[in-house]
T-cell receptor, first 114, second 111 residues
Framework: ETGVTQTPRHLVMGMTNKKSLKCEQHLGHNAMYWYKQSAKKPLELMFVYSLEERVENNSVPSRFSPECPNSSHLFLHLHTLQPEDSALYLC?????????????FGSGTRLTVV | GIQVEQSPPDLILQEGANSTLRCNFSDSVNNLQWFHQNPWGQLINLFYIPSGTKQNGRLSATTVATERYSLLYISSSQTTDSGVYFCAGLGGSSNTGKLIFGQGTTLQVKP
């Protein structure tokens, strides 16, 4: 257990479905992140939240909608996705956004869009 | 240009062998760290190493920040060391905690 928990571990969804990914951190960190890992590509930052406020949206399409109701929980709402959105989605947290010491990742959600 | 570059891209070792992985990073990247991604996708933080040398068991890492490179040493490799090793650093252009990742080195340790 890394202190960052993601659910579900695997998700298969159709292009017309709506689903949500959940992330919870038990580390008392103030910053939370969504990253996308596609095959043959480096991890890419999608969103950053600091103290529940979004501070970065890395040119992500609107079919991905993040939500951070409190500093321990982060969601990624998905709707009308495309097959190319199939990837491993990783949540992470860190003490603050200005220091990467203690950066901790969850186990990821492997998403397949059919 | 490429901000974080890792080599080699792939590495196959016999159990018990030693290896060195390299990470070159640009001026816009700082506070280097190394991660190991196991076959199930879990990313484990190995070292936070902005400069200097650290050791943890069979693993050690050295970063020479002035020359913009970092090395990860694996000694007496085991099959459980297999996976992808990433180096990453904090993107220096904004205080958003954004990590810039390299492409990774895929390591396979054979019994």
């Amino acid at each position: 257990e890394t202190g960052v928990t993601q659910t579900p571990r695997h998700l298969v969804m159709g292009m017309t479905n709506k689903k949500s990914l959940k992330c919870e951190q038990h580390l008392g960190h103030n910053a939370m992140y969504w990253y996308k890992q596609s095959a043959k590509k480096p991890l890419e930052l999608m969103f950053v939240y600091s103290l529940e406020e979004r501070v970065e949206n890395n040119s992500v399409p609107s079919r991905f909608s993040p939500e951070c109701p409190n500093s321990s929980h982060l969601f990624l709402h998905l709707h009308t996705l495309q097959p190319e959105d199939s990837a491993l989605y990783l949540c992470a947290s860190s003490p603050t956004t200005i220091a990467n010491y203690g950066y901790t990742f969850g186990s990821g959600t492997r998403l397949t869009v059919v | 240009g490429i901000q974080v570059e890792q080599s080699p891209p792939d590495l196959i070792l016999q159990e018990g062998a030693n290896s060195t992985l390299r990470c070159n990073f640009s001026d816009s990247v700082n506070n280097l760290q190394w991660f190991h991604q196991n076959p199930w996708g879990q990313l484990i933080n190995l070292f936070y190493i902005p400069s200097g040398t650290k050791q943890n068991g069979r693993l050690s890492a050295t970063t020479v920040a002035t020359e913009r490179y970092s090395l990860l040493y694996i000694s007496s490799s085991q099959t459980t060391d297999s996976g992808v090793y990433f180096c990453a650093g904090l993107g220096g252009s904004s205080n958003t905690g954004k990590l810039i990742f390299g492409q990774g080195t895929t390591l396979q340790v054979k019994p």
